[in-house]
């Protein structure tokens, strides 16, 4: 069964510094990766997908992915307190993806 | 955008009782998801559909039906609910699984007293 883990379980940043997220996962065939902001109380909205290695940006947030070191990471560049938040990695594999495993999430706390 | 519904927003059941969770999406997308989320967990699949009149056990079925009576609606149902399932409950849509985006409502909170 796909293990994904999340560090830190919570990260605090001043507006402005960049954030920098962690997610790692046990299968190294799996092939689809998400990142998911949730909003306290509310659902998740996706932030940035990236399926092969390397870089994927999408506005303010950028993934990493290195499947060799099942490492797949998110940098949130000049946060706002607004973007405090849970964030959720999410890892499938795209011949199964119903099967997505989700990390607990880290807590991000953008200070003003 | 697209647009998952979940209904109610929160809810209070009593053990052993019958809940019923709704969820409506008016996206045309074909699969749907009904997620559990615990405080020291991730979410955590519990049923999916990908046709009407169809639904599949994910990861934690026990305890949980599911019906999907059309393409928009898909409903969870615990028949005898218990305290274990205290959570908030999560629908999700999405176009296919080939590794799509998934479109999640804004849950449902669920306590069990």
């Known amino acids: 069964q796909q293990k994904v883990q999340q560090s830190p379980e919570s990260l605090t940043v001043s507006e402005g510094a960049m954030a920098s997220l962690n997610c790692t996962f046990s299968?190294?065939?799996?092939?689809?990766f998400r990142w998911y902001r949730q909003h306290s109380g509310k659902g998740l909205e996706m932030l940035v997908s990236?399926?092969?290695?390397g870089e994927k940006e999408e506005g303010r947030f950028t993934a990493h992915l290195n499947r060799a070191s099942l490492h797949v990471s998110l940098h949130i560049r000049e946060p706002q307190p607004s973007d405090s938040a849970v964030y959720l990695c999410?890892?499938?594999?795209?011949?199964?993806?119903?099967?997505?495993?989700f990390g607990k999430g880290t807590h991000l706390h953008v200070l003003p | 955008e697209a647009a998952v519904t979940q209904s109610p927003r929160s809810k209070v059941a009593v053990t052993g009782g019958k809940v019923t969770l709704s969820c409506h999406q008016t996206?045309?997308?074909?699969?749907m998801y009904w997620y559990r989320q615990d405080t020291g967990h991730g979410l955590r699949l519990i049923h999916y559909?990908?046709?009407?009149?169809?639904?599949e056990k994910g990861d934690i079925p026990d305890g949980y039906k599911a019906s999907r009576p059309s393409q928009e609606n898909f409903s969870l149902i615990l028949e005898l609910a218990s305290l274990s399932q205290t959570a908030v409950y999560f629908c999700?849509?999405?176009?296919?699984?080939?590794?799509?985006?998934?479109?999640f409502g804004h849950g449902t909170k669920l306590s069990v007293l």
């Open positions: 990236i399926f092969s290695d």
């Open positions: 996206n045309n997308h074909d699969y």
């Open positions: 559909s990908y046709v009407a009149d169809s639904t």
């Open positions: 999700a849509s999405s176009v296919g699984t080939g590794g799509e985006r998934l479109f």
């Open positions: 299968d190294g065939t799996s092939d689809n």
């Open positions: 999410a890892v499938s594999m795209n011949t199964n993806a119903y099967k997505v495993i």
